[in-house]
């Protein structure tokens, strides 16, 4: 619903983590990418700055064929949201909000939004309940508000995009 999770955050240890795997994308922090393949896609979007940032160019590598592994014995130790303030800090609701939204206008191809749109929807509006449950409707807002000015690009590079779904096709 435009938002990324870590796989197996928060789980029991279990099989399923002991497998290699291909996975749609890397949280962030836990990447690692061979230079040509970020050249390939631009790499990570300035625009999006934190949050979401990863699932943007997961979407952007996927789109070029590049594929996604999880490897067991790599271990990261990442604190989610430490720098920020946590998980409903002011910053982290604005940009997670706005990234969404930017996420859904550049990297997702029509295809897939509208047949994902009640998931979206639904993921979207749990996401404007818990901001507010957590006194961050201004956050929030703000975060829908930062959409507007970048609209304007996200459609360009979603042009440039499409070239490759066109390659690829959607998945």
Same mark, same amino acid.
């Given at each position: ?10 789980q029991?240890?279990?099989?399923e983590?002991?497998?290699e ?28 700055f ?35 303030? /946590?998980? $409903?800090?002011? #910053?982290? &609701?604005r %940009? +997670?909000? *706005?990234?969404?939204?930017l996420? @859904?206008? !550049?990297?997702v191809?029509a ?22 449950v ?7 807002l703000?975060?829908?508000? /930062?959409? $507007?000015?970048? #609209?304007? &690009?996200? %459609? +360009?590079r *979603?042009?440039?995009?499409r070239? @490759?779904? !066109? ?5």
């Open positions: 619903y435009s938002f990324g999770y870590r796989r197996g955050q928060d029991p240890d279990g099989e983590y002991r497998r795997t291909v996975i749609f994308s890397a949280c962030g922090c836990a990447a690692l990418y061979r230079k040509r393949v970020l050249e390939a896609v631009d790499g990570y979007d300035e625009h999006f934190a949050y979401l940032e990863d699932v943007d160019l997961g979407l952007r590598l996927q789109a070029a064929g590049a594929l996604g592994y999880y490897v067991p014995g790599a271990r990261v130790y990442h604190l989610g949201g430490a720098t920020s303030g /946590g998980e $409903f800090a002011p #910053l982290v &609701v %940009l +997670g909000t *706005r990234n969404a939204g996420l @859904l206008l !550049k990297s191809p295809r897939i939004l509208l047949r994902c749109l009640p998931m979206i929807l639904a993921g979207q509006a749990f996401w404007f309940v818990r901001a507010i957590h006194g961050r409707l201004l956050s929030y703000r975060g829908v508000a /930062g959409i $507007f000015p970048l #609209l304007p &690009v996200m %459609l +360009g *979603r042009r440039v995009l070239r @490759l779904w !066109k390659r690829s096709g959607p998945r």
